[in-house]
Nanobody, 124 residues
Framework: QVQLVESGGGLVQAGGSLRLSCALS????????VGWFRQAPGKDREFVAG????????HYADSVKGRFTTSRDNAKNTMYLQMNVLKPEDTAVYSCAFRGVSQYKTNPDEYHYWGQGTQVTVSS
């Protein structure tokens, strides 16, 4: 079992920044991949960014490239999503998710464990 606990969402004006955290606990030893997803009302869940267990391989959706950065702190076993130059269309519930292999995947069905989600609202 793996547990993921997110924090850091909130309300911000367009152009502002937020940093989300995803603390991992449980059976996280070995190869794995952590993805960040978001879901806006009435829309499907979509892949935003992801990072492998070493922290050296990262991936981003085209819509956030150059604005969002994902990273990890090995000592804290925590992943981060730094979101800059936020836009109203970034408004969504953001969730981190864990899959027990290190391959990059954008399909949420490929992930085995999920955090509770955190709301990000960007006002215009």
């Amino acid at each position: 079992q793996v547990q993921l606990v997110e924090s850091g969402g909130g309300l911000v004006q367009a152009g502002g920044s937020l940093r989300l955290s995803c603390a991992l606990s449980g059976r996280t030893v070995g190869f794995y991949y952590v993805g960040w997803f978001r879901q806006a009302p009435g829309k499907d869940r979509e892949f935003v960014a992801g990072i492998d267990w070493t922290g050296t391989s990262t991936h981003y959706a085209d819509s956030v490239k150059g604005r969002f950065t994902t990273s990890r702190d090995n000592a804290k076993n925590t992943m981060y999503l730094q979101m800059n130059v936020l836009k109203p269309e970034d408004t969504a519930v953001y969730s981190c998710a864990f899959r027990g292999v290190s391959q990059y995947k954008t399909n949420p069905d490929e992930y085995h464990y999920w955090g509770q989600g955190t709301q990000v609202t960007v006002s215009s």
